[in-house]
């Protein structure tokens, strides 16, 4: 990958819902002051309920959820977003999306039908047909919301060979062999995870041997290596760290998983304790190690993202829309409030982007 950067300025990308507002401003663009750890609002995108957004490998293009299936937008040289097109996902709206590590196809996720969509990228970033559809089948384990597949979070292996789809109403990551020149997937695998677990996020290490997943209900991060042999793949459990110190987990929920730009942190969240919790990441050996763990002072830290710098960390908190800002000082362990809230309606997530910086993916 060839990469080529202009400067060191930032602007941060947020998703929210828009369900009841005036405004249908699902994205809001921030210049970010690195020095101080806060942001400006500078531009505000209209787009309903955006629940989840995503920049392609090369930083030319960000991806959407919305209501009526996704959206794709170019990211000019101030960080600016100009439309590109839209397109259906054949199906009830998703919740989180993602690409191949080539941005060929765009990989989406349906929590509420339980189905993995494919589809074709163009070399101009803007989105194609649906290349392939597949629902995921079966009862859970909980009467309720957990009864049916939910299909929650969608990674791609950094050999860019398998997709993986976490179901958290069926307690597992279902594998697939991925044909990245048709955009076609097959079974050939399941990571089996503890009944009532519910896998919500999942993260690839830099050098992509490592998988970590956070489960929602069980409020704890796995780690599995990842290996293959003979064309095919294995997930082996390493390690298993607790989000929550509480022996009950009902009535907490983890959230976010994000690691740092350079890959030496993770970061997660828990909504009912409203915390925080940093994770020091051994590369070697992709264990981790609990460093911070606070109070983000807000209701449900949907999200939660350390800055470019390390030096700072801002909680995207949906329940009492708001985003509250810390200074981060990792050689003592400490995260200290640098100012007051700011308020957005139910932030969702948010995504630094590095203004001037593209990276060649794609040949063609």
């Known amino acids: ?12 990308y947020v998703a929210s ?33 955006s629940s989840y957004i995503v920049l392609s490998h090369s930083r030319e293009t960000l991806y959407s959820i919305t209501d009526a299936g996704v959206e794709a937008y170019h990211i000019e040289d101030d960080g600016s977003l100009t439309i590109l097109n839209k397109a259906s996902i054949n199906g009830m709206r998703g919740c989180y999306i993602n690409m191949d590590q080539h941005d060929k196809f765009l990989v989406c996720a349906g929590y509420h039908d339980g189905k993995v969509t494919i589809l074709e990228l163009k070399e101009d970033g803007s989105i194609g047909k649906i290349t392939d559809e597949k629902f995921h089948k079966g009862l859970g384990t909980i009467a309720g919301r957990n009864h049916t597949p939910h299909v929650q979070c969608i990674k791609v292996t950094k050999d860019n060979k398998y997709l993986l789809a976490a ?19 097959s079974d050939i695998d399941v ?18 041997k490592f998988l970590y997943v956070v489960f929602e209900q ?16 294995s997930f082996e459990e390493i390690q298993s760290v607790q989000n929550s110190d509480e022996q009950d987990t009902i009535g907490v929920a983890s959230s976010a998983l994000k ?3 350079d890959y030496n942190y993770l970061v997660s969240s828990v909504a009912g304790e409203n915390n925080v919790i940093v994770y020091k ?9 609990k460093k911070i763990e606070l109070p983000i002072s807000g209701e449900y830290p949907k999200d939660a993202c350390l800055f470019p710098d390390n030096k700072h960390l801002v909680s995207l908190n949906q329940e009492s829309s708001t985003m509250t800002f810390f200074n981060v000082n990792f050689d003592k362990n400490t995260l200290v409030m640098n100012g007051p809230e700011m308020k957005v ?3 969702n997530c948010i995504v630094f982007h590095k203004l001037g910086e593209r990276i060649k993916v794609r040949d063609n």
């Open 1 to 12: 990958m060839a990469k080529e950067t202009k400067k060191d300025s930032y602007v941060a």
């Open 17 to 49: 819902y828009t369900s009841g507002s005036k405004e249908n401003y699902g994205i809001r663009i921030y210049d970010v002051d690195m020095k101080n750890g806060r942001l400006t609002e500078k531009e505000k995108v209209k787009i309903t309920n």
């Open 167 to 185: 179901d958290l109403g069926m307690d597992r990551v279902n594998v697939y062999r991925f044909d990245t020149e048709n955009g076609k997937i």
């Open 191 to 208: 990571i089996h995870c503890d009944q009532e677990s519910s896998p919500r996020h999942m993260q690839f290490s830099q050098d992509g």
């Open 218 to 233: 069980q409020c704890s991060i796995n780690v599995y290596q990842y290996t293959e042999e003979k064309g095919l793949p």
């Open 259 to 261: 690691f740092s730009d």
């Open 281 to 289: 990441v051994d590369k070697e050996t992709g264990l981790l190690t």
């Open 345 to 347: 309606d139910r932030p």
